[in-house]
C-alpha cells in the first residue's frame, strides 16, 4: 500500500498532544513496517520536524501555513485530494481532527476528543465552530475513524452518531525517550528552572482545561503541613495571575517556561508527587510520562484519565479544591503509599507502547483498503 499521512495541521511546539501522537504514530510505523510506503504531507511550518529515517518515509512539504486556518482548510479540501491523485495513494490518515471531505481513496481520520464541544468555553466561537464542522463531516464521511480512548469513543457515538464499529480505540504510548538522568547535571537544572526541593510538579498549559487556578488554591491549602514548593512544568494559561498571590504563595511556586524535550524527565523523576488537575482529557500523555519517570501520581478523575492511570494513581474530583488538597496531603505523608504508585505505575505503564498504537492502526487501514477493493 501507498499511505499518506496528513499533518497538514501540525504546529510544532504549539499543538501539544496531537504533536506528540503524531510523533509516536510515526516512529511506531516505521518500526513494524518496511513493506507499505508512507507519504507525509507537511505545511510550511512543519518542513524540518522530523520524520522516521526509513527508506519508506517520503515527506511532502505543501505550499500552506497551518497558522493560516482559513487557507489550509481549503487547501485540506480542495488541493490535498488531487495531490493524493497525483502519488497514487491507497489510504488516506488526517491526525487532527479534519481530512478531505471527498478523496480518490479511501480516508481514515483521527479524532482525538471532542474538546470543542466538551470546553467550549475555552475556544473562541469562530474557531469552535468551523473545527466542529470540519471534524463532524470527516467523521461522518471518512471510511473509518480512529481515537485513543474508550472515554472518547464513547463520546463520539453520543455526539456525531457514529456506529461504534466505524471507530477503532488506539491507546498511544509513552512519549519520553531520554533516560531520567542523562541530561547532565542535576544541579545544573535546578539552577536553570530556579527549583527548590522537596517540590510536587505538574504541566502548565495555556488552555483552561489544565486547571491551574484549582491546583494552586489546592497547594496554598497544604503548604504550611509540607516544605514542598509547587513547580509548574512549562507556561501557564492568562486566567492564572501569581501577582494577585499572597508572597507565600509566589516564593513557593515555580513556573519554569519552555522546558526542552531532554529536561523533561529529569523534573519529573526528582519530585516526589506528580498531580494532573485536568478537567478534561481525551487520553493523557502525562500520566504515562510521570509513569515512565518513577514518580507517584496523583490525578483527577475527569475524562479518560482513570484509563489510562489505571491502577497506578491516586485519583480526585478536579472541581473540588478541597478533594484536590486532601490528596496532595494524603500523598505526602505517606511515603508507602508513594511507593506503591510508583510501582503500580510501572505495571500500568506495560499497557501502552507505541508499536502496539502503530500495529492497531495498520490493521485499520489494511482493513479500508481491502474493503475498497472487494
Not at 29 to 58: C, H, K, M
Not at 102 to 113: E, G, L, R, Y
Not at 136 to 152: D, E, K
Not at 220 to 225: E, H, S
Request: overall charge positive; aromatic content about 8%; proline content about 5%.
Amino acid at each position: 500500500m501507498k499511505i499518506a499521512i496528513n499533518l497538514l495541521y501540525l504546529l510544532p511546539g504549539v499543538v501539544g498532544g496531537t504533536e506528540a501522537y503524531a510523533a509516536g504514530l510515526l516512529r511506531g510505523l516505521a518500526e513494524i513496517d518496511r513493506g507499505n510506503e508512507y507519504v507525509v504531507f507537511v505545511n510550511r511550518e512543519s518542513e524540518g520536524w522530523p520524520l522516521p529515517q526509513a527508506a519508506n518515509f517520503t515527506r511532502v512539504v505543501c505550499p500552506v501555513q497551518a497558522a493560516g486556518r482559513a487557507y489550509r482548510y481549503l487547501f485540506e479540501q480542495v488541493r490535498l485530494p488531487r495531490l493524493l491523485a497525483k502519488y497514487h495513494i491507497d489510504v488516506v490518515h488526517s491526525l487532527g481532527y479534519v481530512g478531505p471531505l471527498v478523496a480518490s481513496c479511501p480516508s481514515v481520520v483521527t479524532i482525538p476528543d471532542l474538546n470543542y464541544i466538551a470546553m467550549k468555553q475555552t475556544m473562541p466561537g469562530m474557531k469552535r465552530t468551523i473545527l466542529r464542522f470540519f471534524s463532524i463531516q470527516s467523521a461522518q464521511r471518512a471510511n473509518h475513524v480512529i481515537t485513543i480512548s474508550h472515554f472518547s469513543k464513547g463520546e463520539i457515538c453520543r455526539t456525531i452518531k457514529l456506529n461504534p464499529g466505524k471507530i477503532t480505540v488506539t491507546h498511544l504510548g509513552a512519549m519520553r525517550n531520554a533516560d531520567s538522568n542523562s541530561s547532565g547535571n542535576w544541579a545544573e537544572l535546578t539552577r536553570r528552572y530556579c527549583i527548590r526541593a522537596p517540590y510536587v510538579v505538574a504541566f502548565g498549559g495555556r488552555t483552561l482545561n489544565k486547571n491551574i487556578p484549582h491546583l494552586i488554591r489546592a497547594f496554598a491549602l497544604v503548604k504550611d503541613a509540607f516544605p514542598h514548593s509547587l513547580v509548574l512544568i512549562g507556561h501557564i494559561p492568562s486566567n492564572v495571575d501569581l501577582a494577585t498571590e499572597s508572597k507565600e504563595i509566589r516564593d513557593r511556586v515555580t513556573i519554569t517556561g519552555y522546558v526542552p524535550e531532554e529536561h523533561v524527565l529529569p523534573l519529573l523523576n526528582h519530585a516526589d508527587l506528580f498531580v494532573l488537575p485536568s478537567l478534561y482529557e481525551g487520553f493523557g500523555l502525562p500520566v504515562l510520562e510521570a509513569q515512565q519517570a518513577d514518580v507517584a501520581v496523583a490525578c483527577s478523575t475527569a475524562g479518560s484519565l482513570p484509563e489510562v492511570g489505571g491502577g497506578g494513581a491516586l485519583y480526585f474530583d478536579p472541581t473540588s479544591v478541597e478533594h484536590i488538597a486532601d490528596t496532595i496531603r494524603r500523598c505526602l505523608a505517606d511515603a508507602t503509599l508513594r511507593s506503591q504508585l510508583i510501582l503500580k505505575g510501572r505495571a500500568n505503564l506495560a499497557r501502552f507502547s507505541w508499536n502496539n498504537t502503530a500495529r492497531e492502526t495498520l490493521s485499520v487501514y489494511q482493513d479500508v483498503f481491502k474493503q475498497n477493493h472487494e
